[in-house]
């Protein structure tokens, strides 16, 4: 397949990746991480300090960004047991505190998302004030912001303004370049990261697609074909068809590259942007 490089063999759940000695945590349901986690990587395809644990060994020089002073930089999160539970970049429990649902993460910040509320890890063991999501249905995390809609209307909230999407058929939502991306019929809503201004509607090959993620300023989305833009650039659509019997079960931005598991596989296929 070309641009597709299928890899099996991926680590069992509790081995640890650089040969130490492995620190039981429970089998987390969700798992999220801050920049800092892997300050740098070298030669080692499709890693990302936000998305991806490697191993130690593969790190580079610490990192000096504005984040440095993030009281959870180099923290991950996972969920498990209707608990979220904080970890240090080796896997080690740091704290946990009671909370049922997710973690996602985005512009430096992790939250912990649940069926109608929110809230963000302000430091390990510690939540910010709760936020109210009735009927939550998507969401995306922008730093201190959190963008979602309802599955009771057509309003996107979480921004300076609530915006009217005109449509409850909506897929995967993602921040990336500046705008907050919204998969419909047809295509992608876009509106701006920065004032709530709804901009041009953009064409897509698929949509609503379920996955919609954002790697290194490339938009990527799909449902059983991945489609790619660079909206900075002003690229047009390229669309990457693995050939899989099955639509995908998990899409992950990982550096310059697509992380996509089909569903029914234990692989994943890289695909380079």
Do not use: Y
């Not at 985005?106 to 939250?111: A, S, V």
């Not at 809609?149 to 990336?176: A, F, H, I, N």
């Not at 509607?201 to 799909?222: D, I, K, M, Q, T």
């Amino acid at each position: 397949m070309r641009g597709v490089r299928p890899v099996a063999g991926l680590h069992r759940p509790g081995e640890p990746l650089d040969g130490g000695e492995s620190v039981r945590v429970p089998e987390l349901r969700s798992l999220a991480a801050v920049p800092g986690t892997v300050p740098g990587t070298a030669g080692v395809p499709g890693t990302l300090a936000e998305t991806v644990v490697v191993p130690r060994t593969f790190a580079g020089p610490p990192h000096l960004g504005s984040l440095s002073e993030s009281p959870l930089r180099g923290t991950l999160a996972g969920t498990a047991e209707g608990r979220v539970h904080w970890l240090d970049p080796t896997g080690a429990p740091l704290a946990d505190e009671p909370f049922d649902g997710r973690v996602l993460a985005g512009g430096g910040e992790i939250w912990a998302v649940g069926s109608e509320r929110a809230r963000r890890l302000t430091g390990p063991g510690d939540f910010g004030e709760p936020v109210e999501l009735p009927g939550l249905d998507r969401c995306a995390v922008e730093g201190e912001r959190l963008w979602w809609t309802s599955k009771r209307d057509t309003w996107l909230r979480g921004g300076p303004r609530e915006v009217d999407l005109c449509t409850r058929e909506r897929g995967g939502m993602t921040v990336c370049a500046g705008s907050l991306w919204i998969s419909v019929a047809g295509g992608l809503e876009r509106v701006s990261a920065w004032s709530g201004e709804p901009r041009r509607f953009l064409r897509a090959p698929e949509g609503p697609v379920p996955f919609l993620v954002c790697a290194n300023g490339v938009l990527a989305g799909g449902g059983r074909d991945l489609f790619t833009l660079a909206p900075a650039a002003g690229a047009a659509v390229r669309v990457t068809r693995p050939g899989l019997k099955a639509r995908l079960g998990l899409v992950v931005a990982a550096g310059k590259h697509i992380w996509a598991f089909p569903a029914d596989r234990p692989q994943a296929l890289i695909v380079p942007l």
